[in-house]
């Protein structure tokens, strides 16, 4: 358990990271709202395993979250 909490990132420190000028609950909302609406990225996550109300993210998901956003 201790080595996947190491390879994961918190969800809203990568929302932060995505709109730096928003709050933290705002960031998240936008976050959240730009995973469902971006065309085929919630199916993306979706099969590895993304689950709508995590607070994790994987270093996988983390990576098809930059190949549909681009990097932060």
Same mark, same amino acid.
């Given at each position: 358990m $201790?080595?996947r909490k190491?390879?994961a990132?918190q /969800?809203g !420190?990568?929302a932060m990271?995505? /709109?730096? %000028?928003?709050?933290? =609950?705002?960031?998240l909302r936008? /976050? !959240?709202? #730009? @995973?469902? =609406?971006? !065309? &085929?990225?919630l %199916?993306?996550?979706t #099969? @590895? &395993?993304?689950q709508?109300? +995590? $607070?994790?993210?994987?270093? !996988? +998901?983390m990576?098809? @979250?930059e #190949?549909f956003? &681009? #990097?932060?």
């Open positions: $201790r080595n190491k390879n990132l /969800f !420190r990568v990271r995505y /709109f730096p %000028e928003c709050n933290y =609950k705002t960031a936008h /976050f !959240r709202d #730009e @995973i469902t =609406k971006t !065309r &085929g990225l %199916e993306a996550l #099969e @590895i &395993g993304y709508p109300n +995590q $607070r994790t993210l994987t270093l !996988r +998901q990576k098809v @979250i #190949e956003l &681009g #990097e932060p």
